[in-house]
């Protein structure tokens, strides 16, 4: 329900892009749409897969204090989802990992946290430990505490409930021009 979503905002996105360009939804639209095949440069929404979605829930709302209205979708077969608006209109969601392999089309598979890490970078050092005591406390497993890294920054590693790795980390080349 969500990639659906997902998919038709897009769709969407591009097509008033279009007609902002055209002027019109016309013969226009093919051409435009050949120009735009490319890939945008940017990263939006990120859905990760849950065993628990309640559970996942009181983490990420209640143990690292995200915003959100809670679970939604739940009139819908396989649609029940928690989303969490972000700064920079960064979107988390949380859909249970069957159905997140349903809507995909792929059969689920086993957790491998080691195949990527949500990277959280914050203005100090002393943010970095004071998300990371936050996250363990809502019941993160710190798999590597925050420590200098060999790249001069500082970071620290946790798992969600679920096996997801975040890297906290103060890096300060990569901070948003906000902070």
Do not use: C
Request: no cysteine; aromatic share 10%.
């Amino acid at each position: 329900m969500a990639d659906l979503f997902n998919r038709r905002m897009v769709a969407f996105d591009i097509l008033t892009d279009i007609r902002a360009a055209t002027g019109s939804w016309s013969g226009e639209v093919k051409r435009a749409l050949q120009r735009r095949s490319a890939m945008r440069a940017r990263f939006g929404i990120l859905t990760l897969g849950v065993d628990d979605l309640e559970r996942s829930l009181k983490f990420y709302r209640d143990g690292l204090g995200l915003p959100t209205q809670g679970i939604v979708g739940q009139e819908f077969e396989h649609g029940a989802i928690a989303i969490f608006h972000l700064e920079g209109g960064m979107v988390l969601s949380l859909f249970p990992r069957g159905d997140l392999g349903l809507d995909a089309g792929i059969d689920s598979t086993p957790r491998s946290p080691t195949e990527f890490s949500i990277g959280h970078n914050v203005s100090s050092e002393a943010e970095v430990d004071q998300v990371m005591a936050r996250a363990e406390t809502a019941g993160a497993h710190i798999t590597m505490p925050a420590r200098r890294t060999f790249w001069g920054g500082y970071a620290g590693y946790f798992q969600d409930p679920d096996g997801h790795l975040w890297e906290i980390l103060h890096n300060p080349a990569f901070l948003p021009s906000a902070e």
